[in-house]
Nanobody
Framework: QVQLVESGGGLVQAGDSRRLSCAVS????????MGWFRQAPGKERELVAA????????YVADSVKGRFTISRDNAKNTVYLQMNSLKPEDTAVYYC??????????????????????WGQGTQVTVSS
């Protein structure tokens, strides 16, 4: 069974930076395309960023483009979300998710939420103004 554990959330000031980590255990990270999602109170969960199995292709939502970066270290079984210039509207629970793509090449990220197979429990990020 695959487990995903997010860490790095907390209370920050507007303009600060924060790095979230997602540790994957149970299976090697390299078989999964990964994504970071967030859900703010009263809103639907949305995709923030996604990365292919080999890390060569990434997607970042327009709302965070230029501020957030997704990366991965397959040797450490960890995925990261670097968040810079944080804004109060970035306040949300952040989730990482894994899409099993072992049957496919390593070049594609996944933007479809329903295609993700495994989810973490989430980590809260609160940005105060």
């Amino acid at each position: 069974q695959v487990q995903l554990v997010e860490s790095g959330g907390g209370l920050v000031q507007a303009g600060d930076s924060r790095r979230l980590s997602c540790a994957v255990s149970g299976r090697t990270l390299s078989r999964y395309a990964m994504g970071w999602f967030r859900q703010a109170p009263g809103k639907e969960r949305e995709l923030v960023a996604a990365i292919s199995r080999n890390g060569g292709s990434t997607y970042v939502a327009d709302s965070v483009k230029g501020r957030f970066t997704i990366s991965r270290d397959n040797a450490k079984n960890t995925v990261y979300l670097q968040m810079n210039s944080l804004k109060p509207e970035d306040t949300a629970v952040y989730y990482c998710a894994a899409d099993d793509q072992i049957l496919y090449s390593g070049n594609y990220y996944q933007r479809v939420q329903s295609e993700y197979d495994y989810w973490g429990q989430g980590t809260q990020v609160t940005v105060s103004s």
